[in-house]
């Protein structure tokens, strides 16, 4: 089980959830900003959400594995000397599982949010605030109800809440805060 998982998970995951967020950002941009700013320039708040999102999800993927791995090492499954051969595969395979769920999120959760607060003219920090509060407390409400189900004995709804206050500000607020920044008022457009 080599680099194949790449192919065998992430590709198709990523053939249809990437076109499809610039299938709807497409909409965005030219209905928003046309031509006038340029064919490739509404698409940068996109790209570079999408790029501090991965940075997220490596950055905090490594400091979960790095935790997880020294637990295993004081219990002895692993010694330190091992750390530098085990560690970064599984960061790697961690990163690619949480990229089957996150990119769905992102491209059709998040954008579509984002374009229609853009299309409603309600592109501003209350209004994503508000959406990513709706967004925390509905995911958290999801993963406590598979957990009823699932897990013996359950975890406490609080426990999901904290778990992804952090998941929704690195991999949601990118592409949203992105968009306020870089991309031009209507009246300037």
Do not use: H
Request: proline residues 7%; glycine residues 6%.
């Amino acid at each position: 089980m080599g680099t194949e998982i790449v192919f065998v998970l992430i590709l198709p995951i990523a053939a249809l959830c990437l076109p499809g967020a610039l299938l709807l950002w497409s909409r965005v941009a030219k209905m928003e900003w046309g031509a006038r700013s340029g064919p490739l320039k509404a698409y940068i708040p996109l790209l570079a959400g999408f790029a501090v999102s991965m940075l997220g999800l490596a950055l905090l993927t490594y400091i979960e594995c790095y935790a997880d791995f020294t637990s295993l090492v004081q219990q002895g499954y692993y010694t330190e000397a091992e750390r530098a051969v085990y560690l970064p595969r599984r960061v790697v395979g961690q990163a690619i599982v949480e990229l089957v769920f996150l990119l769905p999120a992102i491209s059709f959760v998040v954008v579509p949010l984002t374009t229609w607060l853009i299309r409603r003219g309600r592109l501003t920090f209350k209004g994503i605030g508000l959406l990513a509060i709706v967004g925390w407390f509905a995911l958290s409400l999801v993963g406590w109800i598979f957990n009823l189900t699932t897990i013996t004995p359950p975890y406490s709804f609080l426990s999901f809440l904290e778990s992804t206050v952090i998941r929704v500000l690195l991999y949601a607020l990118p592409i949203p805060v992105a968009a306020i920044w870089l991309l031009p008022p209507k009246s300037q457009a």
